[in-house]
């Protein structure tokens, strides 16, 4: 129940709340709950969806036409052909390339958020998402040790520009002990997460610009990374095979919309 669920503000005061997690918190929840269940999460939900209980079929059937209708929606934005890039179609391009037990760090304001409408996780620990794991900059760090403890997987490393702003010299180290991280950097040119509601809220912006068109790519080459400029959709898969091809510490730099706007119902969420 952190920011991502108005911590625990965004359920009615009457529902009964039940925290599935590994392990149990070091402090309290920001809300009372019924119960909290700390344990394996494969075991736990595998106990929750056996036989008991009152059937939900009807509320679930309601729940996949709404979830069918909302990907009906993104279908047009998964296909955008704009320029520069729209995030869901980068993240269009990158899901068919992950293996199934890939793990991806997520180290991004908007350009994250959009991750989490397209990329799926299916194991536990294998979605590191900034926020309830670190603050941006954090996502170098996590993603050379989540190499480091599983060589055998994909280790994907999704940044917005200001967040590589925070550690782009983490790529010295990577190479220096040859990581093979892919970074895929979300280039917009702006504090998008800040901007936007900013805008929204105000009608204007105070020091939410970055200098637009940075080649990010070309600092990961210097450090002696692979590194890749991608500045329209026909670029983006090559340009995502080579990097996971090359064996090396990756900067796949792909500019993105600065005009795109990650739909909030709450800008303050």
């Given amino acids: 129940m952190d920011f991502r669920l108005g911590f625990g503000g965004v359920f009615g005061s009457q529902t009964q709340l039940v925290v599935a997690d590994r392990a149990e918190p070091e402090r309290g929840h920001p809300r ?9 999460l494969s075991a736990i939900l595998s106990a929750l969806t056996g036989p008991g209980g009152a059937d939900h079929r009807d509320w679930i059937d309601e729940l996949r036409t709404a979830e069918t209708a909302e990907r009906d929606a993104e279908k047009v934005e998964l296909a955008e052909e704009r320029i520069p890039l729209h995030p869901m179609r980068v993240y269009a391009e990158l899901a068919p390339l992950l293996d199934r037990n890939a793990i991806v760090v997520i180290d991004a304001g908007d350009f994250g958020s959009y991750a989490g409408r397209v990329i799926d996780s299916y194991q ?9 794991f670190g603050c941006l900059g954090s996502g170098p760090g996590y993603a050379l040790a989540a190499k480091l403890a599983r060589p055998d997987r994909q280790v994907v490393l999704l940044q917005g520009d200001g967040a590589f702003g925070f550690s782009g010299m983490e790529w010295d180290t990577l190479v220096r002990h040859n990581v093979p991280v892919v970074s895929i950097v979300g280039n917009n040119g702006i504090w998008g997460l800040e901007k936007h509601p900013m805008e929204a809220l105000y009608g204007y912006s105070v020091v939410a610009e970055l200098r637009p068109g940075t080649r990010y790519d070309e600092v990961a080459r210097a450090l002696g990374a692979h590194g890749e400029l991608v500045s329209t959709p026909a670029e983006l898969r090559p340009a995502l095979q080579r990097a996971f091809a090359s064996g090396l510490p990756s900067v796949v730099n792909v500019l993105t919309d600065p005009t795109v706007a990650y739909p909030r119902r709450s800008n303050l969420a």
Avoid: F, I, T
């Fill in 32 to 40: 009372a709950v019924a119960a909290g269940l700390y344990g394996d």
């Fill in 124 to 132: 536990p620990g294998c979605w590191l998402d900034s926020g309830p």
